[in-house]
């Protein structure tokens, strides 16, 4: 199934979902030189985001978040990518800084139905994520 989005960086990716429910604060909510989700209320507590597509509905917290994206890039913890319902555009900056191809706006189906563990291809130049069968 493929959905439009709105690409705002990078390029085609194609990887595993981690999904999210809830907000993800790059500073404090994970660990930059593991990956793992660090943040109690995460209903993704222990999970690596490294080499996944990281779903989830939007940033909260701080304008340090583009740097932690830049140290998860750096240390080979960061994410193949990032979907959000809606970009914040701090850290939209700190995707383009990292290089990590970014994308929201997804049309409302897919975030009714995306689960973690389904391979994804995220295309922002194109404007579309998709659930690969």
Do not use: H, Q, W
């Not at 700190?94 to 689960?115: H, M």
Request: net charge neutral.
């Amino acid at each position: 199934m493929r959905f439009k989005c709105r690409g705002l960086y990078g390029e085609r990716t194609e990887g595993f979902a981690l999904v999210s429910r809830k907000p993800i604060s790059f500073l404090g909510d994970v660990d930059s030189s593991t990956g793992v989700v660090i943040d109690e209320n995460s209903d993704i507590l222990g999970e690596k985001i490294t080499g996944k597509i990281l779903v989830f509905p939007f940033t909260r917290g701080s304008t340090v978040g583009p740097y932690v994206l830049l140290r998860l890039k750096k240390r080979g913890t960061a994410p193949l990518a990032i979907v959000n319902e809606k970009g914040d555009p701090i850290v939209v900056a700190g995707a383009v800084i990292a290089e990590i191809p970014f994308v929201d706006r997804v049309e409302e189906e897919f975030f009714k139905i995306v689960k973690s563990g389904v391979r994804l291809i995220v295309d922002p130049k194109l404007g579309f994520v998709e659930l690969v069968e």
